[in-house]
């Protein structure tokens, strides 16, 4: 997933780049590989500094000095097409037509046709493996096609229409053109989350957002927001002359609304609401739903056991853990502690360093455990890498029983959409019944919610269905024949990438590697892509 953010201020004596830093850190749980910012200053031209690393180390304050312009767009990148290489850091720049930036939240599942296209009819040079920067590339082109010295909203609009009837998958993106303005737009499913907003200044002159949280929109005070429809696109002008304002498009009739349920279930921050649901509450709800699948299923399989006290796997379960125990009338305990100063384990590219962060990152308390039977409750179970350590450390710990709830049903698939969970072979529940599961984590049992339990959770007046490919297998775009290959492949080549710059002090020295030399090292350096902010 990745987190991206649009600012156009009224006041063009103003910078936008500190709030683009400040948004970047509300938005950073979405991408913790690389981060970047582009601003527009007033002669047009674009400034930009990106590179990877954490919002806070990449954006220095000499770095955000440079950064001039009252609009500029924001990018948290965690890789799930491409590599992780710096070259693909975002936001994407091209120069041509007009001076383009691009962020982008998603993945295009059929990049490989696209790419095809921007080579032999359009003849557009792309120089990195990012399903971003063919889709910053469709947009150029379909813009060129236009054949004018500059546009205006009507063509931005006609050109995005033609972009999304070429381009599949999810996408939500924020664009800036140079000395014109930002632009949204949302896939025609709505699978990633995108939001817009005004906030009213002193003087009565508007500022304007575009964000993937809400979070960030009301922290900035940004207080008139609404979701960014499926299939929809606004354009923000720089110039506010003639009293100009946003003006919304919707491009293609919206297909199946159906955004990507994982967002509720442990990407997003639980203080967003999201297409009008709120994350807390439906999280709460998981908790709720699960509690009496649970009383339920206990009764069957192991009708003699209580459980005696819940634990959540802290953090993200948290809000489904607390509401949990309250329904089961069955004390709730913090029994891990957590060291704040380890990242997202998931989210670590590398499976040796995920599993050794787990214990770093989470202590077991010996008197919440020893004697217990205890409930430990986690948002989901992806590769079990968490679930498998925090069951060995209740046991170690002294528990009697330990059963295992997720708040999610089995993950069984890949996820296409731009959250990278794991190749499906390397999918715990991959080919594996329940209880198999419980014997590879080593817990006693393992409660899964049920799907449509899920679905209750989240649903709303405005949402009724969601993307959960990951559960069933059938995705809401439908997926070319080999994408998920390609996908598979991508990863894998990440992976000897990784392995092997870690078994070598040189990053260099991956390029001598004969089966490595179509793989980019984390040094690659691209044309415009690469931000060298050194
Ligand atoms: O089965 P696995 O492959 O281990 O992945 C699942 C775990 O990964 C996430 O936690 P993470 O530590 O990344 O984030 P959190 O602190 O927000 O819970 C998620 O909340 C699960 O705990
Ligand atoms: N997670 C995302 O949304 C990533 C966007 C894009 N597919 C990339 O890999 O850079
Ligand atoms: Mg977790």
Redesign the pocket.
Known sequence: MCGILGIVLANDKTNAAPELFEGAMYLQHRGQDAAGIATCGSRGRFYQCKGNGLARDVFTQSRMNNLVGNMGITHLRYPTAGSSAGSEAQPFYVNSPYGICLSHNGNLVNSIELKKYLDEEVHRHINTDSDSEILLNIFAAELDKFNKSRVNSQDIFAALGGVMDVIRGAYACVVMLAGFGVIGFRDPNGIRPLLYGERKNKDGSIDYMVASESVVLKAHGYDNFRDVNPGEAVIIPKDRKDGKKPEFCQLVPPREFAPDIFEYV?FARPDSVLDGISVYRSRIEMGNKLASNITNALKESHPEEKIDVVIP?????RTSAIQCAVSLNVPYREGFVKNRYIG????MPNQQE?RSS?RR?LNAMESEFSGRNVLLV??????????KEIVAMAKEAGAKKVFFASCAPPIRYNHIYGIDL?DTKAL?AFNKTEQEVADAIGADKVFYQRLSDLVDCCKAASVKNFEVGVFTGSYITGVEDNYIQELEKIRAQNQRLRDHSDRTASIDACIDVDDLVDIKPDVDISIYNRGDYT
């Open positions: 442990y796997v802290p953090d993200t379960s997202r384990t998931f989210i995920r787990v990152k986690d948002d989901s179970i992806v590769r079990g890498t968490t679930s794991a715990v």
